[in-house]
């Protein structure tokens, strides 16, 4: 169920291509709302806007916004000609899309003539912050060279230009081209799912390296399976089926006051014993003696050191460096700073190092 309500729109407080950020007025108050300008048209001062509140109402933190469904000031809100594909399927917001894959698309012919992903490195991450450190270990082992592409599925915000970061990353470099799956939808290119995204990103953006993770807010309940993560595994076997090199970025974190989240989170455990089918790599930071153990310890104990090539003692401090020095992306993760939660961090970078340590020049 949804929380509706309608209200003024009062002031425009910031607006990025896709999106615009406003303030309205309700009931007497006001609130800030978000408009995703390719499915409700543009909004200016003084339109009337119906609008989804559940998020504030909940009192969510990511998504913790009014959302636009719709504005009464744009009777209509044309969507482009190309394309078949419906994303957000048999709701009020399905959106039209021109999918890579599709016989309409200019690049139908690269997708259905592909063999393989020939071992090219796919970095598959859970959590949408991880992808800065990524980028940049493979950007700065690579000196720039390999061209990274990100694919984004639907395992947490829909619409690609909900991310301020990646139009960061875009800007500054570290992210080559987008890829939007499944439901999620705004990349550079679209595609069905993640086995179609991952060609795309191949055959279609010209990929060295790929990095797979949701964007932002992920989803859990505490429970063994019962988040959206666990989508991990199952992109992990995609990869290798499609012939590529499956890199998983452990979470970590010693800073996390949740039992289930410290050392290595409950969540890459689930993935790594239950999910992914098949074998991954899965690089370890170089971490102080005490915290190495506890991590080890913890694979160990499940047999996650034999299933899966776990590479331990990894330096992913460069990674680190170049994101909050070069080209300074600031970063968080569940509201905690690089220096506050610096193991987390340092595993998606070291993850990044590895990917381009693999890439055949």
Known sequence: MIRIRQGNVIE?????PGITNIIVEIDGKQERAVNLNDLTGPVKVGDRV?????????????????????????????PPEAGHIMKMRYTPHQVKCL?????????????????????????????????????AG????????????????????????????????????????????????????????????????????QADVT??????????????????????????????????????????????????????SHHTLTVLDKIALTRCIVPMPKMDKVKAYHVHKQLFDLGLTTKHHVMEDVDGWPAVEAVRDEYQVKVTTMGRRIEEDQEFFLAAGAAGLVAAQMVVY
Request: glycine share 12%.
């Open 12 to 16: 425009i407080t910031g607006a990025a």
């Open 50 to 78: 119906i609008l989804n509140t559940t998020a504030l109402y909940k009192g969510l933190g990511t998504g913790g916004n009014h959302f636009v469904m719709a504005n009464t000031a744009n009777e209509e809100v044309d």
């Open 138 to 205: 493979i950007k700065k082992a690579s000196q720039g060279r390999l061209r990274v592409v990100y694919v984004m599925t639907d395992g947490a915000a829909l619409p690609m230009v909900f991310s301020n970061l990646v139009r960061e990353l875009k800007a500054k470099g570290l992210v080559d081209a987008t890829v939007t799956v499944g439901h999620a939808f705004g990349g550079d290119y679209e595609a069905i799912n993640v086995y179609t995204g991952l060609i795309a990103a191949r055959e279609v953006a």
């Open 211 to 264: 990095v797979v993770t949701m964007g932002p807010g992920i989803v859990g309940t505490g429970t063994r399976y019962g988040f959206t993560g666990i989508e991990q595994g199952e992109i992990i076997n995609a990869v290798n089926n499609l012939e590529g090199k499956a890199i998983a970025v452990p979470r970590i974190s010693f800073a996390d006051p949740r039992p289930r989240h410290q050392g290595v």
């Open 99 to 135: 999918t890579v894959d599709e016989p309409d698309s200019p690049y139908h012919d690269a997708m259905a003539g592909f063999t393989g992903l020939k071992k090219m490195p796919v970095v598959v991450g859970t959590l949408h912050s991880q992808l800065p450190l990524i980028a």
